[in-house]
């Protein structure tokens, strides 16, 4: 008996191996790529890996002006620069694991690792394979999960196939199409080439962003004044009870009655209050969680969470589960994590009866995020905080809410009041054990109703109201999956490709001026695109498979429909859109004034060279160009030889050089460049120059100078200048 195990990457193939059987013996395809063979209750065993998908959608004929016949091919065929390792795998699993007595597909019990392993099933392995196959289901890399899945496999679920399949479709239709369409609209507008991106999921989200941006643009701030009293015996600031006071003439009323006056304690009210442990990390959770503690990206975390689960560390992370099951067996996990004598600490006070808190959500295919309990031998700086931060949060969910008793005040000074609030712990509870949370702690001041208090100052602070807050990647990430837009695994990568596209800049979220005007123009001429509701009308479809209430080829089919309606009206404004599309797209990438012309010099991008370069924006009339470094960016510092910016490129360490490659140096000069006269503003030579409206004169120590005039005004202002 043969059976043939896939798996979902090299490190689960080798776990997975050693788990079924330690004797597990590795051999290499092509002298690169790893598989295993091994013996289990007589039967061979062989163990192959994918690396992620192997297979993708492919065009049928690549002619076509828009691709909706597809099929699936070798990843390697389809981007033979970037995935030409993916072959390797592929000729591998082709050649060793046809033929097998049985099939267990043992990737991530996901939609996107079902799809991955059902691929791979069925090209690599044969069509065949299919009728013979099985499913592991495990949330861990552990011994005893996987020996568990082995034993009790289940069949692979048709549903999640089909959802993964309808995805996939999906996407390729809307990003590709409306890509390649925005991109002929930019060449037959203005005959250029830009490398434009647009998505089913990545679009609303710049919708989001976008809407944000006009709030706070349109914003105006309106002004208010907040009143407080500083206590004089008592490091406090009460604030005067009305809060943010938006009539002036009331704000000095309350300065000009209180000011030099002491108070009187009116009234003082102690109360409790508890606060529960947090709920179980899931996806979204963990990455807002990291961000505000670490600041770390939610791509970021998600990737570290990735690997600490491939290394048997951590559970599965891509769940949506806020709930721990019993059969998780805590107290063995806690057994093994109290070898770590930090965790030992807090191990060392849980309750006899472990009992985490537990939130709302679940998820069927795998519990909430938690530490497995075996010990990392080895972590990086930033994987480690991670797995401190998991560990930490497992822990607290055991113990009992943290108490805390509050000192609410109001003081009446000259028949105005003024309060204070102070608050501290009574009982730490689970804050003790989760050291990621500050705890209020704060010194009651001893003082009785009726007690005068003296009064050092009456302060009047002149405030504005504040635009809303922007959006940084972790909250962006909440505002998706509250308006239920891509999906948890999806979510990160679709906030990196706005920032690769250079739709969005900073921590704290700004649309750039490309962005805004990609949204603006697709709202304006193809608004179906921008639109929630259809997106959110399709992830509802999606995850509608699961239940039997809608068809993998339905939605494809309708799915097509959209699309096509959108690459009409696209179609229907062709120049329109590409002329907005590209005057943004020129504006966004201005680096500074050309030093030849009146235009201005922009970075732009050869599909032939495949790199980018600086241009003038009025080529062809001005031909100036230069060459960037491959990874180069833009420092703020200019050169002090000829005023162009200074770059950055390469690194260790980084060289920092003049745009022009060829200043300081000697070259050879074309004709002498006639001199007019003496500039007006700097003294220097002005020479004539040409630009997009035909000549005029300019200053030679242009761009330090930007002194300009017409050729026919030359003379009054050089007389003037006398």
Not at 60 to 68: A, H, V
């Amino acid at each position: 008996m043969h059976e043939v195990i896939i798996c979902e990457k090299p490190s689960s193939a080798e776990k997975i191996a050693k788990a079924l059987d330690p004797k597990a013996k590795a051999f290499k395809y092509n002298k690169k790529v790893k598989y295993w063979k091994l013996k289990r209750d007589e039967k061979d065993i062989s163990i192959f890996s994918a690396v992620g998908h192997l297979y993708s959608l492919a065009k049928d004929n690549p002619k076509d002006e828009f691709f909706f016949d597809l099929h699936w091919a070798p990843l390697y065929e389809i981007d033979k620069k970037n995935k030409a390792y993916t072959k390797n795998y592929v000729k591998a699993i082709e050649k060793h694991a046809r033929g097998a007595d049985k099939y267990i597909h043992a990737c991530d019990y996901d939609i996107e690792g079902t799809l991955i392993g059902y691929l791979t099933l069925k090209y690599g392995c044969g069509e065949d394979s299919l009728k013979k196959a099985s499913r592991m289901k495990f949330s861990t890399l552990t011994k005893k999960d996987i020996v568990e899945a082995y034993e009790n496999r289940i069949d692979i679920d048709k549903h999640q196939v089909d959802g993964g399949i309808a995805r996939h479709v999906l996407d390729y239709y809307f990003g590709v199409n409306i890509s390649k369409a925005l991109t002929q609209s930019v060449r037959a507008a203005k005959s250029r080439y830009l490398g434009l991106s647009a998505g089913r999921v990545q679009t609303p989200a710049l919708s989001i962003l976008v809407e944000r941006e006009k709030e706070i643009k349109e914003f105006v701030p309106e002004p208010y004044w907040l009143i407080k009293a500083k206590l004089a015996d008592y490091d406090i600031v009460a604030d005067h009870v009305d809060g943010k006071i938006f009539d002036k003439a009331r704000a000095e009323e309350i300065l000009s009655k209180c000011n030099g006056k002491d108070g009187v304690v009116d009234s003082i009210r102690i109360s409790h209050s508890t606060t529960k442990p947090p709920v179980p990390f899931n996806l979204g959770g963990l990455q807002a969680e990291a961000y505000n503690v670490f600041g770390f990206s939610p791509k970021k975390t998600q990737v570290i969470a990735q690997k600490l689960y491939s290394d048997g560390y951590t559970s599965y992370p891509r769940t949506s589960s806020q709930k721990l099951p019993e059969s998780l067996d805590f107290k063995n996990i806690f057994m093994q994590l109290k070898k770590n004598k930090e965790f030992g600490k807090h191990i060392a006070k849980l309750p006899s009866k472990l009992k985490p808190h537990e939130g709302k959500k679940d998820d069927a295919a795998h519990p909430a995020i938690h530490p497995t309990g075996i010990l990392p031998k080895s972590l990086d700086k930033d994987e480690k905080k991670i797995y401190d931060l998991i560990v930490y949060r497992f822990i607290a969910l055991f113990f009992e809410a943290a108490k805390f008793e509050s000192m609410s005040t109001h003081i009446n000074i000259s028949e105005e009041l003024f309060g204070f609030r102070r608050r501290r712990v009574t009982h730490k509870g689970w804050m003790e054990h989760y050291p990621f949370r500050k705890i209020d702690n704060e010194e009651f001041p001893e003082i009785n109703e009726g007690d005068v208090m003296a009064v050092e100052e009456i302060i009047s602070e002149e405030k504005e109201t504040k635009p809303p807050a922007r959006y940084n990647e972790a909250s962006l990430i909440k505002e998706l999956e509250k308006r239920e837009l891509g999906t948890k695994a999806t979510r990160a990568d679709i906030i990196t490709k706005l920032y690769d596209r250079k739709y969005i800049s900073g921590n704290k979220i700004e649309v750039n001026q490309l962005g805004e005007n990609i949204f603006d123009t697709l709202n304006e001429y193809c608004s179906n695109l921008t639109s929630e509701e259809l997106t959110r009308e399709f992830e509802n479809k999606l995850e509608s498979i699961n239940d039997d209430e809608a068809t993998k080829d339905e939605i494809i089919k309708e799915g097509r429909q959209e699309v096509t309606n959108i690459l009409m009206d696209i179609e229907k404004n062709e120049k329109e859109i590409g002329s907005h599309i590209y005057d943004a797209y020129q504006e966004s990438n201005i680096i500074c004034p050309c030093p030849n012309c009146d235009g201005n010099l922009v970075k732009r991008y050869s599909p032939k060279t495949k790199q980018s370069f600086v241009g003038c924006s009025n080529y062809p009339d001005c031909k100036t160009t230069f060459s960037l470094p491959k990874g180069a960016r833009f420092l703020k510092q200019t050169c002090d030889k000829c005023g162009l910016p200074m770059i950055s490129f390469g690194s260790k360490p980084p060289v920092h050089a003049c745009l022009d490659p060829n200043c300081g140096k000697e070259k050879t000069k074309p004709a002498q460049q006639e001199i007019v006269g003496k500039c007006p503003q700097c003294g220097g030579d002005l020479i004539k120059r040409s630009g997009r409206f035909g000549e005029f004169i300019g200053c030679k120590s242009f761009p330090k100078c930007r002194f300009t005039c017409g050729v026919d005004e030359l003379d009054a202002i050089l007389k003037a200048s006398k």
